[in-house]
């Protein structure tokens, strides 16, 4: 079973709308408030990587239900330029744009799985997913 939703990524303001709806969607799944505030933070980074890096994209959440467990996958999808060296920018303190560095890995951190495929002049489609336990 899949249920989705997307939020376009073209400005800020669609970060704070796919920020929202990954909360409702995994709140509708019974996800507890700190397991939410896991989701919609992973949500919040990938989209921000599209609005900085891609310039635009679409962030898609998904209900989940496999072998009796609920979850909620998220895609991070772009045509943006690709990420050239994913070892590089799965380093903790890692930044192109002078933050604070939790990016991708921080991302990784905070969901069960993690999954990037990226081609140079192509684009990334990242994947998460959080299982409800």
Do not use: C, H
Request: glycine share 12%; aromatic share 6%.
């Amino acid at each position: 079973m899949s249920d989705e939703s997307s939020v376009e990524i073209l400005t800020e303001w669609d970060i704070v709308a796919a920020r929202q709806l990954g909360r409702n969607v995994a709140k509708e799944l019974g996800f507890g408030t700190v397991d939410q505030a896991r989701i919609t933070t992973a949500i919040s980074e990938l989209a921000r990587n599209i609005y900085l890096y891609a310039g635009k994209g679409r962030i898609e959440i998904q209900q989940l239900t496999q072998n009796g467990l609920k979850g909620i996958l998220i895609i991070a999808a772009d045509d943006g330029p690709g990420i050239p060296d994913i070892r590089q920018v799965m380093e903790d303190g890692f930044t192109t744009s002078g933050g604070l560095g939790a990016g991708l890995p921080g991302v990784k951190r905070l969901m069960d799985d993690f999954k990037i495929d990226t081609i140079i002049g192509e684009g990334t489609d990242i994947r998460a997913t959080k299982w409800l336990r």
